[in-house]
């Protein structure tokens, strides 16, 4: 059984372009979570989807970033027009309903480098 | 109070010390607990959780305090494989795992 798949591993843009990245949840998970990992910060939630809708999206900045999880295919977190300051770790994590005792499996992380 | 706050760290321990972690959160309605674990330049994973006043597993020990709102990581006989970031988190809804607010971690590194 396959973890939480997140692609491309790592990704440099440069200013102005447009950054695109993917995560498949665990088999059978239908909740799926972004945080971003600045250098020498902790972790920050930014959006939390089940498939077609968006659950939580208070972590997101209001501009330039959007994240969907289709009905078929990969959670996408989309980044527009990047800028330097968006240079960071991006996590997905997936998850059975959320409950008590439901853990939230992570992937291994996109490294985005914007020069 | 930021909603979750660590130690500072670093923590530099020789192989075998006793090492305790602390941290505070602000939500008093907060549940459940977790200490998650994770390797530089790695995903963070599950280490710990908490659901009452405590649990343990082997060398490693998570006690809460609801009254005063903190949570700490008891470490014994630290190995080297323990050095790593030890993060605290709560959930922002009930028990749920999903929505996890993180603290900014404590640097663990055991020395030989």
């Known amino acids: 059984n396959a973890g939480v798949m997140q692609n491309p591993r790592h990704l440099v843009r440069r200013r102005g372009q447009e950054a695109r990245l993917r995560c498949s949840p665990m088999?059978?998970?239908?909740?799926v979570y972004w945080y971003r990992q600045l250098p020498e910060e902790g972790l920050k939630f930014m959006v939390y989807?089940?498939?077609?809708?968006?659950?939580?999206e208070s972590g997101m900045p209001k501009e330039r970033f959007s994240a969907e999880f289709p009905k078929e295919g990969p959670s996408i977190l989309r980044i527009q027009q990047v800028v330097r300051g968006d240079s960071a770790a991006y996590f997905c994590?997936?998850?059975?309903?959320?409950?008590?005792?439901?853990?939230?499996?992570f992937g291994q992380g996109t490294r985005l480098t914007v020069v | 109070r930021k909603e979750v706050e660590q130690d500072p760290g670093p923590f530099n321990v020789p192989e075998g010390a006793t090492v305790a972690f602390n941290c505070t959160y602000s939500?008093?309605?907060?549940?459940?607990f977790f200490w998650y674990r994770q390797d530089c330049r790695k995903e963070p994973k599950l280490l710990m959780s908490?659901?009452?006043s405590g649990n343990e597993d082997g060398r490693f020990t998570a006690q809460l305090n609801r009254a005063s709102q903190y949570i700490s990581l008891l470490i014994r006989d630290s190995k080297l494989s323990d050095s790593a970031t030890y993060l605290c988190?709560?959930?922002?809804?009930?028990?749920?795992?999903?929505?996890?607010?993180f603290g900014k971690g404590t640097k663990l590194s055991v020395k030989p």
């Open positions: 994590a997936s998850s059975l309903p959320p409950g008590q005792n439901t853990e939230a499996f």
């Open positions: 988190v709560v959930p922002n809804y009930g028990g749920s795992q999903g929505n996890l607010i």
């Open positions: 989807l089940q498939k077609e809708n968006i659950i939580d």
């Open positions: 939500n008093s309605a907060s549940q459940s």
């Open positions: 908490v659901y009452s």
């Open positions: 088999k059978g998970h239908s909740h």
